[in-house]
């Protein structure tokens, strides 16, 4: 009996402590249920913004032009909370005065641009991915779609969507131009004389945006990613 006992005992004894040493099961919620864990929404991706803006509701009253001298072809285009139209891209290098961006690489170079940081400085082209929009014309006035400086844009080319501002206003009846380091994030070659595309690259202005602070990418990329969301989900 005494034998039988300890054996008994000890065998007690290994399985709290195998008990003990055993991982705890996952806690449970009301019901006995194990508590929900939230998903990681899916990412937009390029293919998902093109297949929402491949018809168009004109809201333009005319058309742009790609470049000075151009036909004009492009129209400003109307969906769920956003405007947006297809172009090319060229360079914008204006701003603040860098080693990749001045008189020197880029002969149009002004060292301003229509909206500035939050420190009053002028935006920097070689570091912060933005998009020019045309000065306000009887086209179209910007404004009129709640688009404003530091609304976040969507751009588009190939494969790869990446976010930015509206940094700079520029020609009243052109379209597609964006900064070197919106360009250069897309993988096109961001020289201003020689660089940009012909064609092919989609802007999409989400109304009603703004990244804050400006000129920050972070910021244009978070809000950007949640406002490309809603806009596939609403069209």
Known sequence: MH???LALATACGAALLAAAA????????????????????KAVTAADLLAKTRGCNRISRGKYRKDAGAKATVPV????????????????????????????????FLPDTAFHQSDGKALDAARLPYVVVPAPSKIWKYPDSRIRGGGVVAVVHGSRVRYGVVGDTGPAKIVGEASYAM???????????????????????FSGSRATPIESREAATRLGRNLARAFVAAN
Not at 91 to 97: L, P, V, Y
């Open 3 to 5: 034998v039988r006992t």
């Open 22 to 41: 055993a991982p705890a099961p996952p806690a449970t919620a009301a019901g006995g249920q194990a508590p929900h864990r939230p998903v990681r929404a």
């Open 77 to 108: 285009c109307a969906a769920d909370g956003a405007v947006y139209w297809k172009a090319d891209m060229d360079i914008a290098c204006d701003g603040r005065k860098t080693t990749r961006c001045n008189r020197k690489t880029d002969p149009w």
């Open 183 to 205: 360009a250069e994030s897309l993988g096109i070659d961001p020289d201003p004389v020689s660089g940009g595309v012909s064609g092919g690259v989609t802007y999409i202005f």
